[in-house]
Structures are given as C-alpha cells and as structure tokens.
C-alpha cells in the first residue's frame, strides 16, 4: 500500500491518468490525496470530478478556491466568469450528486502516515493556528457547507475582509475568514494578517510579509503540511512542508508525492487554450 499526494488538477483529466499508470496506482490498496483545485481553467474538469469521486474512500479531498467557486456557481449566488470551464460540469445529468459530493469535502485533512503527522489543505494554514486549531475552524465550516443552508453560507462567503484572525469573531466574517486562510493565503505577516492579492512567487513578498510557512515560530509546524494552489512557487519539499501546484493547468507539471518515502513522479502537462 502506498500513499500518494497530488497537485491541483484544475480539470487535467488526461494528467492525471498518465500520473495514475505511472505511479500504477490501484485503488483496491493505494490512497490518493488531493490538495484541491480538482476544478476549472482546464478542459476536462467535468471527468475529473467523476474519476475522483468514483475513487470513494480510495481518496481524500480537501476544497480549493476553483471549487468553491463552481459551489457558488451552482448556488446561483455568482456568474460564471469568461475563463472559467465549468458550465459542462453545471449541464451534466449527474450534476447533483457531483455538487452534493463536492460541498461535503473537507478544508483540512490529517492523517499519520507510518508514524509521521500530515495535515492537508489547499492554500495555508494561519501561523496563530495549531494543527487542532485548524482542524477545529475547518470543522466549522464544514458544518455549514454540508448543511441544508449551504447556498446562504455560500453568498456571503466573498471578499477580502476581515483580514486577520482574531478568536471574537463570529457568523459569516469568522468563516469567511477561515475559508481564505484554507483556500487563498499565500503571504502574511507575522501578526497573521493576510494579502489576498499578490500571486506571483515567494520573492515578491509585500513589505512586511512573508510566505505564511516561513513566518517564525508558526504553531502548526509539529505536522508536515501538504499545500497547493501556488503555481508560482513550484514544487516544495522541506522537512515539514510540501508544496504540490506545479502549474499543471498552465503548461507545467503535474506532481505526486509518496508520502511513505518522499518519491516523486511527474508528467509533464501541455497549456491548455480554451476554443475560440
Ligand atoms: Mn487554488
């Protein structure tokens, strides 16, 4: 049995079949963990939502912002934008299931591998948050997007505000809060204050900002933290940090991690351009 960790998909069906014959993963005794982004900007995201889902318990999940947005496309509370490739996913006969499937994934996810600690999420995790803090804040929301009440969650879920963590909050600004810390964070400070806007790598960092996982003395770093989501960043692999989004979607990469050794596989992904 071997577990494997793999980057953000974002709709790169084909990627991840080539990935799957050459790590000859079989679901009958190997584990599959995706860091999220299983959605969107590519061209097949409606088979990759099937394929992971037809993977049952064969495969973990946590939620990325791409598929945030295909739940807030399917609540009806956002409108599709022009670079977005969802519509097929929306129109498909199964689109229920796959949407009621989708919103009762999880924001966090642990697990010991042959002894060693893992937590899995798809952006960051707070410097301020221990690994239970964090597992506790995505429960949270996890609570209320598995519920009957997901689609109101869902229109107040967008904006940038608050921008730092403080325990008093509450209603829709505290989950708001813990959504983009899971899903967008890239850089903050040391005070745990957020910027939800600079995308670019690690050495464009804002004055007074730094990658989240290089901020001193974070609480959570007695777990080795799989992330995604910063395609500008690359692969990482440090001691207690691995990095997954290896620009896929965008003509780069698509990486998986053997969690048990720290082996890694990739294929190579070619631009995907939209028709027309
Ligand atoms: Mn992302």
Redesign the pocket.
């Known amino acids: 049995m071997a577990t494997y960790a793999i980057g953000?998909l974002q709709g790169c069906a084909d990627a991840l079949e080539r990935l799957l014959s050459l790590l000859g993963f079989d679901e009958r005794h190997d584990r599959l963990w995706l860091v999220g982004?299983l959605v969107n900007r590519g061209p097949e995201s409606l088979r990759t939502l099937r394929r992971v889902k037809a993977l049952g318990p064969a495969a973990s999940v946590v939620l990325?912002?791409?598929d945030l947005h295909l739940l807030a496309l399917a609540a009806g509370v956002k409108r599709a934008g022009s670079a977005d490739t969802l519509s097929e996913i929306l129109d498909a006969p199964d689109a229920v299931e796959l949407i009621d499937w989708l919103r009762r994934r999880p924001l966090a996810h642990s697990a010991k591998v042959e002894g060693e600690s893992f937590l899995m999420v798809?952006?960051g995790v707070l410097p301020q948050w221990s690994v239970e803090d964090a597992l506790s804040r995505a429960a949270e929301v996890e609570t209320v997007l598995s519920g009957q009440d997901w689609r109101v969650f869902m229109a107040d879920l967008y904006g940038d505000q608050p921008n730092r963590w403080d325990n008093a909050l509450e209603g829709h600004d505290r989950l708001r809060l813990i959504v983009n810390s899971f899903?967008r964070l890239r850089f903050c400070s040391a005070e745990g204050v957020l910027d939800l806007k600079t995308k670019e790598g690690a050495e464009h960092a804002p004055l007074g900002y730094l990658p989240w996982f290089d901020i001193p003395k974070r609480r959570a770093d007695g777990s080795t933290i799989l992330f995604?989501?910063w395609s500008t960043l690359g692969l990482v692999n440090r001691p207690r940090l691995i990095g997954l989004d290896t620009g896929c979607v965008w003509g780069g990469a698509l990486t998986a991690i053997r969690l048990e050794n720290r082996a890694l596989a990739q294929v190579a992904c070619p631009q995907y351009r939209a028709p027309g």
């Open positions: 953000d982004d990325g912002n791409h798809h952006a899903t995604g989501h």
